[in-house]
């Protein structure tokens, strides 16, 4: 015989009936659930619709490619969330369990509706069938063993992980579902007694038929009937709940991961019409998030990577990404509990019972400024959450309010008064390159090189020498350069990561302005905070350019053999490397670094040895001063660079090498509070040094 089963063998009609009618009724409160949800998140400000379906093909498929990329690689893929050992192992055979059962149940109705047409069009038989029996009964083991390995993690709580009542309910009832399928097949080889292949092919159900083997054939048809039901209300209770809990990630993680842009290291403009437009600046109620971002609130799990990776919130700082994504989260949920205030897009109507205010209530100030804008949460999150994008889009609006106080007021003040956070006079700009002769643009106009200094390598002393460092290379190695001087202004990154969005606007286009006076080919920066405003920010007002960093233009300076070193020592000089994180993990440059300390060593494997971090490249750690905290006051126990430093001292390294003006304040003061000997030094001084500049 050809090896079959019926879809509701030994099921009633009045049953099969029920059974519909009771997938009406789940389907309807699936349905309202999401209604529900879509309601929050259509609060927002409307996404750009068009673009996604206007335009030529090509345009159309250019906006749709790398969205279902995301999907197919992120979401079926599951992507973003390998990395975490155990946890993710669990839940990618957990996930593909699932997938797979779902698949089968959808295909096994397709085949009852299909066959119920005509016999002609039944196709869950034969060799299809063997593959779809064992398919299911292997993947089936996978879906209980992940729920297993969840279960035991929920019961021992990791502190980053976040938990709610209903998360028992789900494991629970997925585990309920998982075994009550299993023992409804194996009832019902007891009663049907399949032989040869067509038994085989469910080796689980199989072994659990021989358990049951003591029962009459009407036994096992009673209990047979009990069973399924009870699988079937519980996958009934598991679909109607999906809205309602924690299982809303499967549908709004998907749907997120394909209407956002990601862009490490990229902010939105604003501009003065839509201030005016909206009277506002930034966010100062729920619904001034983009729906995509509403989105991404109910995408989050709270599985506690952001929270794991974020150096405010392992300092001890009043900040967790994953705190502020679920409060404000509860704060949208609460839009449609009946009584209290329920925002309409465009709506002037005062509620009658007012929401929890969105700053001081639900976000405090304190965890809005404690954000080093490193972007590890964004970079880390499985479906592309982005904490920091809600922190700036919330900072920009205590901006706009004055509620900004203290020493980065002073900073962002020093910006619009003088051209840089130190609040010295442009006529110094130059005076760090002095007995150097270091060519300025305006005087010497034919340059194929311009070396954006930056504010700290003009007027911060420790950074000036990597600054003098770097142009002696540059001059050993007759590069055709030349600097603005005066004519710099501060790129303004930390205005707008701050939340400055207009001083930052004015000191871009101020130094646009500049450079378009002048004809280059490329612009080298040391600091890759003006390097990422240079590259990823400047084009949004016209500023298109060819930036590097200084360590790859060093890298290919050394490549190309117009920087020599001839290595005279023996003894291997013990060296780290301090990745910073917008030039690792915002902008992917972390080779170029390495290879400039390999390279410095003269090609002798002995005079560099180079001891990694645990946290290192794209998985970096901050040294604290990103998103401005670099000119604010900070707790001493509570310094990010103490940690960073720690690490990195713990490689036994007396050398700490970074390519970063903040990280060589920071890191400094970090060894420093360690009494510890060890140096810090930028790439180029290390390089300089090892050619005896």
């Known amino acids: 015989m050809i090896p079959t089963r019926e879809t509701f063998g030994n099921i009633p009609h009045s049953s099969v009936v029920l059974f519909y009618c009771l997938t009406v009724v789940v389907m309807a409160v699936f349905a309202y659930g999401l209604w529900r949800r879509f309601q929050l998140w259509r609060q927002g400000v409307p996404i750009p619709v068009s673009k996604l379906i206007a335009g030529t093909c090509q345009q159309i498929w ?48 397709i085949d009852h509706l299909a066959s119920g047409l005509s016999r002609h069009l039944k196709f869950h038989q034969g060799t299809y069938y063997v593959v779809y029996e064992f398919t299911l009964d292997v993947f089936g083991l996978l879906f209980l063993a992940g729920c297993l390995f969840f279960l035991g993690r929920r019961i021992r709580r990791p502190a980053s ?40 092919a469910s080796p689980i159900g199989l072994l ?54 990601p862009a490490l290291g990229t902010m939105t403009p604003v501009t003065m019409e839509e201030v005016e437009k909206t009277e506002r600046i930034g966010v100062s109620a729920v619904n001034h998030f983009t ?13 506690g990577r952001c929270e794991e990776a974020c150096p405010a919130f392992a300092t001890a700082k009043p900040l967790s990404p994953k705190r502020v994504v679920q409060d404000l989260k509860r704060l949208m949920g609460l839009t449609l509990v009946p009584g209290s205030a329920r925002i309409e897009p465009g709506s002037t109507v005062a509620p009658p019972t007012p929401l929890p205010q969105l700053h001081g209530e639900t976000i405090a100030a304190d965890t809005l400024w404690s954000c080093t804008a490193c972007s590890a949460c964004v970079r880390i999150c499985p479906v592309r959450v982005d904490p920091l994008t809600l922190i700036t889009d919330l900072r920009r609006n205590r901006v706009g309010e004055s509620e900004l106080s203290g020493t980065a007021v002073t900073a962002l003040r020093r910006m619009q008064s003088s051209g840089n956070p130190w609040g010295l006079p442009a006529a110094e700009r130059a005076n760090w390159a002095e007995g150097l002769e270091v060519p300025l643009a305006k005087e010497h106009p034919e340059f194929e090189v311009l070396y954006w200094v930056g504010c700290a390598g003009s007027y911060d002393r420790r950074a000036q020498r990597v600054a003098r460092a770097f142009v002696k290379l540059l001059k050993k190695a007759n590069v055709n350069f030349a600097i603005l001087g005066r004519e ?19 000191l871009a286009q101020a130094n646009i302005a500049t450079l378009g006076r002048y004809r280059f080919k490329t612009i080298v920066t040391h600091c890759p905070h003006c390097l990422n405003s240079l590259l990823k920010d400047y084009p949004q007002f016209g500023g298109h350019y060819e930036v590097v960093h200084h360590t790859q233009f060093l890298d290919q300076l050394l490549i190309q053999r117009k920087l020599v070193v001839i290595s005279g020592s023996n003894s291997a000089e013990i060296i780290t490397y301090h990745d910073p994180c917008y030039l690792a993990r915002v902008n992917g440059i972390h080779q ?86 060890a140096q810090v030094k930028d790439i180029a001084e290390i390089l300089a040094e090892k050619m005896q500049l």
């Open 208 to 261: 659990i038929a021989h358990q049951l083997s003591g029962l009459t054939e009407a036994g096992a048809r009673s209990a047979h009937l009990a069973l399924w039901w009870t699988h079937a209300l519980l996958v009934f209770g598991f679909i109607a709940s999906v809205p309602y809990t924690r299982l809303l990630h499967t549908l709004a993680g998907p749907l997120n991961l394909f209407l956002v842009r």
């Open 488 to 506: 710099e202004k501060c790129t303004g990154e930390s205005a707008r990561r701050l939340g400055d969005e207009f001083l930052f606007q004015e």
């Open 592 to 677: 170029a670094p390495r290879d400039v300390l390999n390279l410095a060593s003269g090609g002798s494997a002995s005079a560099v040895d180079l001891r990694e971090m645990p946290r290192r490249r794209e998985r970096t750690s901050c040294c604290g001063a990103g998103g401005g905290r670099m000119w604010m006051e900070e707790d001493p126990k509570q310094r990010v660079c103490t940690v960073r430093a720690r690490e990195a001292l713990d490689t036994g390294a007396r050398t700490v090498a970074v390519s970063c003006p903040f990280c060589l304040t920071m890191m400094t003061d970090g060894v420093a509070t360690q009494n510890d000997s």
């Open 62 to 109: 250019s906006e749709w490619q790398p969205r279902l990329r995301r999907l197919r690689s992120e979401a079926l893929g599951q992507a973003r969330v390998r990395g975490r050992g155990l946890a993710s192992c669990a839940h990618i055979i957990l996930f593909a369990g699932f997938m797979m059962l779902f698949l089968g149940t959808t295909l096994l109705e």
């Open 161 to 200: 992980v976040g938990h709610r009542s209903t998360d028992w309910y789900v494991l629970i009832s997925f585990l309920t579902i998982g075994v009550t399928g299993y023992l409804v097949e194996g009832l019902r080889m007891v009663w049907q007694q399949p032989t040869g292949i067509a038994a085989a």
């Open 291 to 303: 729906q995509q971002q509403l989105v991404s609130l109910d995408a989050c799990m709270e599985c």
